[in-house]
């Protein structure tokens, strides 16, 4: 389609991976009623299909994060612009993000949640790019392993645009595309978009 960038995880690939997900948190938390929080922005869209494969009375929250200028991702240390509505104490919460890279924004994070005494926390990633982890993580839900490129699509952007890709791009070429940034356009309309049909539920 272009040179650009190939794909990575099809958009059925993606589909089947989180209806997996989403059993596995059903049968994990059978009976109880998990917290799912999402960082903005990229998780929100994996988080939005999650829960519709999770078949428990789950709630979802969310939390904006800012880094603190320049070198801030060296560190992980975040400002947090929005945080949760609900109080996590005693909850059973689930972190879910699009992706985990170093690692440093997580581990930040969940220091902080640990704080509010939350009665359990796990972390859910749809991507792992596990080879450029900084500090150890348990993470116990994940996704696909990640290969350590750049990555565009279904919640992870360029300059924040084409977070709406139905599938996940390896850029090829980040030149290319910074150049022209709409070489990426195509594959806007290459997923499998189909009518609902009552015959054939959507979660295999
Ligand atoms: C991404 C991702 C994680 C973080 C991971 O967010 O959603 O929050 O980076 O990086 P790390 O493991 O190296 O700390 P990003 O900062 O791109 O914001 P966005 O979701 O709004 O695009």
Same mark, same amino acid.
Request: glycine fraction near 8%; charged fraction near 25%.
């Given at each position: 389609?272009?040179?650009?960038?190939?794909?990575?995880?099809?958009?059925?690939?993606?589909?089947?991976?989180?209806?997996?997900?989403? +059993?596995?948190?059903?049968?994990?938390?059978?009976?109880?009623?998990?917290?799912?929080?999402?960082?903005?922005?990229?998780?929100?869209?994996? &988080?939005? +299909?999650?829960?519709?494969?999770?078949?428990?009375?789950?709630?979802?929250?969310?939390?904006?994060?800012?880094?603190?200028?320049?070198?801030?991702?060296?560190?992980?240390?975040?400002?947090?612009?929005?945080?949760?509505?609900?109080?996590?104490?005693?909850?059973?919460?689930?972190?879910?993000? +699009?992706?985990?890279?170093?690692? &440093?924004?997580?581990?930040?994070? &969940?220091?902080?949640?640990?704080?509010?005494?939350?009665?359990? &926390?796990?972390?859910?990633?749809?991507?792992?790019?596990?080879?450029?982890?900084?500090?150890?993580?348990?993470?116990?839900?994940?996704?696909?392993?990640?290969? +350590?490129?750049?990555?565009?699509?279904?919640?992870?952007?360029?300059?924040?645009?084409?977070?709406?890709?139905?599938?996940?791009?390896?850029?090829?070429?980040?030149?290319?595309?910074?150049?022209?940034?709409?070489?990426?356009?195509?594959?806007?309309?290459?997923?499998?978009?189909?009518?609902?049909?009552?015959?054939?539920?959507?979660?295999?």
């Amino acid at each position: 389609m272009t040179e650009a960038a190939t794909i990575l995880f099809e958009e059925r690939q993606i589909r089947r991976r989180v209806a997996e997900l989403g +059993d596995a948190i059903t049968q994990d938390y059978a009976g109880r009623s998990p917290v799912l929080i999402s960082v903005l922005k990229g998780g929100a869209i994996f &988080l939005a +299909d999650l829960i519709r494969c999770i078949d428990l009375p789950v709630r979802m929250d969310f939390m904006s994060i800012s880094s603190y200028g320049g070198g801030t991702k060296a560190s992980g240390v975040v400002r947090i612009l929005k945080d949760l509505d609900q109080d996590i104490g005693g909850e059973d919460v689930v972190v879910v993000e +699009d992706i985990i890279d170093t690692g &440093l924004t997580l581990s930040y994070l &969940l220091s902080t949640l640990v704080a509010r005494e939350p009665a359990s &926390l796990a972390v859910c990633t749809l991507l792992d790019k596990s080879a450029r982890r900084i500090p150890p993580l348990e993470i116990r839900y994940r996704g696909f392993d990640c290969p +350590d490129r750049f990555v565009v699509g279904y919640g992870l952007d360029h300059e924040e645009r084409f977070r709406n890709l139905p599938m996940i791009l390896a850029v090829e070429s980040q030149a290319k595309l910074a150049e022209d940034p709409s070489v990426l356009v195509p594959f806007l309309t290459a997923g499998d978009r189909q009518p609902p049909s009552p015959a054939a539920p959507d979660r295999a």
